[in-house]
């Protein structure tokens, strides 16, 4: 059965800080690995890799995968009270039907 | 830019009505899809649909839920008797055939069953 284990569940941090979030995932098919940030109410999208080692990057987010160790971090760097949300990480099961694969997220508060 | 919209934000519903929520998604999009989350839990798939069927459903998606396409632009979903527990929100999102995995999801209906 296909799933995708995040950690850790939840995380508090002071502005300024830097954290990483780690997705783990078993999916068959698997073609990608997606990252959302989800505030109030629709996940947004932030990333989707396919290739092990190589980094994306959004001003203070990045991210990589690994295919052979089957997991992908997300690092935020000097953390602002507007990044607090779920962070959430998908597998992207390419198989005759496409559907992701659901983590069930890091909660992250940043504490001014 | 273009964005997956849905109708309404909010709806409240007795026990055993019917809702019907409503989604326009990407006008270029093939696949759609329906997800739910509870409050507090983590995101639910529900369905999948591509060339006007259903390409896969999870083990929530009983009898009570019906998706169609009425017409070329809006999705929807019917939950024909709800129950308490239908209370969520309920995400569409859709894909671009060939785009690997990117879906855009719309802002949510939020559904409470009282």
């Known amino acids: 059965e296909d799933k995708v284990v995040q950690s850790p569940l939840s995380l508090v941090v002071h502005e300024g800080d830097t954290v990483t979030l780690n997705c783990s995932y078993e999916v068959t098919n698997f073609r990608s690995l997606l990252w959302y940030k989800q505030e109030k109410k629709a996940p947004t999208f932030l990333f989707m890799l396919t290739s092990s080692g190589i980094e994306k990057k959004s001003g203070r987010l990045s991210s990589i995968l690994d295919k052979k160790e089957l997991f992908s971090i997300l690092n935020i760097t000097a953390t602002q009270t507007g990044d607090s949300a779920i962070y959430l990480c998908a597998g992207f099961n390419a198989g005759n039907n496409r559907k992701l694969i659901w983590g069930l997220g890091t909660s992250l508060a940043v504490n001014p | 830019e273009p964005e997956v919209t849905q109708t309404p934000s909010h709806q409240v519903t007795q026990m055993g009505q019917e809702v019907i929520l409503r989604c326009v998604p990407i006008?270029?999009?093939?696949?759609f899809y329906w997800y739910r989350q509870i409050l507090g839990q983590k995101v639910e798939f529900l369905v999948s649909?591509?060339?006007?069927?259903?390409?896969?459903k999870s083990e929530i998606f009983d009898d009570q839920f019906s998706v169609e396409r009425p017409d070329g632009s809006n999705f929807t979903l019917k939950i024909r008797s709800t129950k308490l527990e239908d209370s969520a929100m309920y995400f569409c999102a859709s894909t671009e055939r060939g785009v690997s995995g990117e879906q855009y999801f719309g802002p949510g209906t939020r559904l409470t069953v009282t």
């Open positions: 649909f591509y060339n006007n069927e259903i390409s896969e």
């Open positions: 006008s270029n999009h093939l696949y």
